[in-house]
Structures are given as C-alpha cells and as structure tokens.
C-alpha cells in the first residue's frame, strides 16, 4: 500500500535486533549576518499565523545523525527553536547550502500493550496544533535531556505516567527524516512493550503530569490488517498523526516486510486517504 505521509526512512532495524545509541554535544557557531537575517524573517513570517511561535525556547537540535554498525551516532547542540524553525527551509538550503541546517531531534514510542493493542493520542484543542493523533508518548528532545532514550523515558512519565519498570521492553527500531510543523526532525522510533493492559495504560494515563495533553487515548487491535485498514485517523482538515512513519516502521519490524506501508512526502493529499477512525476511550 502507498499512502502519502511527509516522512524519510532514514535507518531501519531488521526484525529482533535494535539500534544503540550516543550522543556527542557540540556547540553551534554563530551564523553570519545574512543568515541570521534570513531567520529573523521567518520567526516574523511564522507569527503572522502563529502568534505564539516560542522562537527562542532552547532544545536539542542535530549537527548530523550517522550510522556506525548497529549505532545510532547524534551530534547536536543546544539551540534556540527559531533556528530549526529557519534553517530546514528549503529557501535557506538553497541560499545557504545544507551546513548551517540545524535539524530537530524527536522521539515517539509505538506503545504495544499487554493485551496487544496499539496506543495512540488525541491532542486537546487547547494546545498549538489540536486535533492531531500521534504515538503516545512523543516529543521534541529537551536542551536538559541527554539523549533519545532518556528523553522517551520522560515522555512516557509525562504523558501516560508509566516508568521503567511498566515496560517489559524499550528498543530503538530506527529513524525517520520527519516534517513535522514545517521543521525537518530525526524522529527516532522505539517499539515499547507494557505489562500493563490498554484500560490500565488509560488509567494510568489520567493522573500524568500532561494528561491534559490527551482529552482522548485510542486504543488498537495490535494485528497488521487491522491497522493497515485503519491507520490513517483524521478529521478531513486535522493534522495527520505524526507518529504514522513509525507505525508504519513498526508493523514491518514485527510482522515483516509484507505488511510494509510505503509513504510519498505529500501531505496535501492526505486527506483524501483517510481512514475509519479506531475504538475510542475518553479519559477526561
């Protein structure tokens, strides 16, 4: 199957194996005076319909991602957000070429449960982009947090309330080159195994520090053409969940290659491929 999704396989693990990962942290230089002016004007472009672009919140953002064996190797810097904002547009890396791109650093987590179900989230209206079904948990690398790993294990904290000791099992299966909001991101894809069952994650879920994040948990029979059927969930003019490619990635490493979903960097025409909605669980 194709379906259009605005998402690069970059690294996949085959099935059974798992990638390490390191990090090396190294400074970003200033960029020049054309550049800098280049993101002035698109932080003032953004806000034109983003008032509340947080252009100079600071987080983890990519020099480069290399393969190395079966190691995952992240070179990244602490940045203001502005500058993945700017640098990943194609106008910049036309003008500027590509060594002055600082490209996002995102986690996501394929939650499997006890009961074999698949996990996904609903983004409350309140937040900056609503109605948005992804991987739960998910998110941007925090400038506090030391690398992927750590920064999945704070989500799954923030987000369903769960710790180390729910899982059974944590694996990096591999990255996905992810545009996500406009801003190219490494999204690092990990499968994670609960002992806990769907209504048990749900539960869990309600006393999290970001409950409030989900208004709406969705649970899925974890089985190929189940999800290959009813994967695609949105509304007709909501986001596509971002954490598609990872599914996608996911459904392949544990069932194999025949029930891998291909994607075309579209996402316009995403919504002429939406999909039934799954089984719906409200928290709140």
Sequence with gaps: M?????????????????????????DFDPLPAPQEAF???????????????PAVSKMLLAHNLKLEGNELRLTCGVSARKY????????????????????GVSMLAVTIT??????????????????????????RLAAHENDPYNGIMAEYREELGM??????SIACIGVV?????????Y?????????????????????AKSADEHPVLESLMWVPDYIC????????????????????????????????????????LYGNYMGRRGPMVRIK
């Design 163 to 168: 710790d180390r000791e729910d899982l059974q």
């Design 114 to 139: 006890a009961d074999n179900k698949l996990i996904l989230g609903v983004r409350t209206p309140k937040t900056r982009y609503p109605i948005m079904r992804h991987c739960a948990p998910a998110g």
């Design 84 to 103: 993945m904002q700017a640098t990943t547009q194609p106008a910049f890396v036309e003008q500027f070429g590509e060594g002055s791109v600082r490209k």
């Design 187 to 207: 999204e690092f894809v990990f499968i994670g195994k609960t002992k806990l069952t769907a209504r048990q994650v749900i539960e869990r879920a309600k006393g």
């Design 39 to 53: 993101v002035k004007a698109e932080v003032a472009r953004v806000r034109q319909f983003d008032p509340g672009f």
């Design 229 to 268: 059927d009813d994967i695609l969930l949105s509304e007709p003019d909501a986001w596509p969940p971002t954490g598609f490619a990872g599914v996608a990635m996911a459904l392949e490493y544990e069932f194999g290659a025949g029930y891998r979903i291909d994607w075309e960097p579209n996402p316009m």
């Design 2 to 26: 194709s379906f259009p999704y605005p998402a690069r396989r970059l690294f996949a693990a085959p099935s059974g194996q798992k990638f390490e990962i390191s990090v090396v942290h190294r």
């Design 177 to 185: 080159e992810d545009l996500v909001y406009g801003s190219l991101t």
